[in-house]
């Protein structure tokens, strides 16, 4: 296994590290979404609708998840900081050109171009923290790192909408390249050479389900949670406003709360994934059933609602974290290629979830939606439970050459 690396630095070192790649995924996930707490006053400075400016978020992610595979193979003999200092220098300088962009087209192109270093990050970060710290600790690096994304929801987000109110949304562009060349010092500093750990190219990265039967159960399941999860989570706004004549301070208040949950899943889950990671998915899924049928009961109120949101965010923090774990026992030699093709089934159930969810709610009301987050993250409950023997075998490289 090619997984962890010795370590010569400290670990004093190995943890600023670590804090080196959270604050990445924090200004990859913020530079993502941020654009939806500014779509007015962008769609009104550029003359655009507001729907066509969302295209800055879909576009985004669309591109972090279908490029990523091929990228991560093609630079697969790449060192992994070298590599992660690319990504941050592409990053920094798309929000520069965004902040300075004389139409929308040029902002559009330099989205997709972000959104293909995301992907990246998205498929190396982990793997990078976890390879820096004693393998004992590989756990708790990942959960620091994923926290990441709570941190983003809760200040990111809105610290964003803020700056926009203060000055404007290009100036708030312009801030978020500075706060990404902070962090891209901050990589160049404190983390050390880290020489590619598993090669894997183009073909044999798309060859890994169809050869790991548990990396393959792996990617099932995660596309199953993640659009029901997204599917939901992507109108509990209007479904709040609807149900519970939720102001919009208290949605910004119990969506930050929200986030505050998925931060302590997180910490939660850095200390039980060690000692029975199958355990901690299958509770943190069954979380996400409750909370959205608690929503769907007592949520008509706001005591109700912020105890779905509180239990909802715990539980996503959770089974974030496991399908990171998940991903990397199915696939301990060939993680880098695992967490690729994780990133895409993640991203591209992202949008579908969105999708799905905006023809229910068109066609059938809000409530709908819920319905089908609870109908989908059921069935990646009961996936996990039903595949405990079959996910222990993998397939042998003849019979897959059989196979083909």
Not at 207 to 236: D, E, I, Q, S
Not at 309 to 321: A, D, E, T
Not at 350 to 359: D, K, N, Q, R, T
Request: charged share 10%; proline share 4%.
């Amino acid at each position: 296994m090619a997984t962890y690396d010795e370590r010569p630095h400290s670990t004093f070192r190995s943890w600023l590290g670590v804090s080196a790649i959270t604050a990445s995924l924090f200004a990859f996930l913020t530079t993502e979404l941020m654009p939806v707490g500014l779509l007015t006053p962008v769609s009104t400075s550029l003359g655009i609708s507001v729907g066509v400016a969302g295209l800055m978020v879909t576009l985004y992610g669309v591109s972090a998840g279908l490029g990523v595979p091929f990228i991560v193979a093609w630079t697969r003999r790449v060192n992994r900081r070298a590599l992660l200092s690319t990504l941050l220098v592409i990053l920094t300088l798309g929000n520069v050109i965004t902040s300075i962009s004389p139409n929308y087209a040029l902002i559009l192109t330099t989205r997709l171009i972000m959104g293909f270093a995301s992907g990246v990050f998205w498929a190396i970060g982990v793997s990078m923290a976890m390879r820096l710290v004693p393998e004992r600790h590989a756990s708790r690096a990942a959960a620091i790192v994923m926290s990441g994304i709570s941190i983003a929801a809760v200040v990111g987000i809105p610290l964003g909408t803020v700056l926009e109110s203060l000055t404007d949304w290009r100036t708030t562009f312009l801030i978020w390249a500075g706060l990404s060349a902070l962090v891209f010092l901050a990589v160049v500093a404190v983390i050390p050479s880290l020489p590619s750990a598993n090669a894997v190219s183009v073909r044999e990265v798309f060859g890994l389900p169809l050869k790991n039967v548990p990396l393959r159960l792996v990617l099932f399941t995660v596309v199953l949670f993640v659009l029901g999860h997204f599917g939901a989570y992507t109108f509990v706004r209007p479904y709040l406003e609807g149900t519970s004549s939720a102001a919009p301070l208290f949605i910004t208040v119990v969506l930050m709360v929200y986030g505050a949950g998925g931060a302590a899943g997180n910490f939660i889950a850095g200390h039980t994934v060690n000692k029975n990671l199958r355990g901690s998915f299958i509770v943190g899924c069954a979380g996400l059933v409750v909370s959205l049928l608690l929503l769907l009961t007592i949520g008509r109120g706001q005591a109700g609602s912020m105890i779905s949101l509180i239990l909802w965010g715990v539980s996503f923090g959770v089974v974030q974290l496991c399908q990171v774990n998940m991903t990397q026992a199915a696939a301990p030699d060939t993680f880098e290629a695992a967490m690729s093709l994780n990133t895409m089934a993640y991203n591209t159930s992202i949008a579908l979830g969105a999708l799905f969810g905006g023809l229910f709610a068109d066609h059938l009301g809000v409530t709908s939606v819920v319905w089908f987050g609870v109908a989908l993250t059921a069935a990646s409950l009961l996936l996990t439970l039903s595949t405990r023997q079959r996910a222990s075998r993998t397939v042998p490289d003849d019979a897959l050459a059989a196979r083909e």
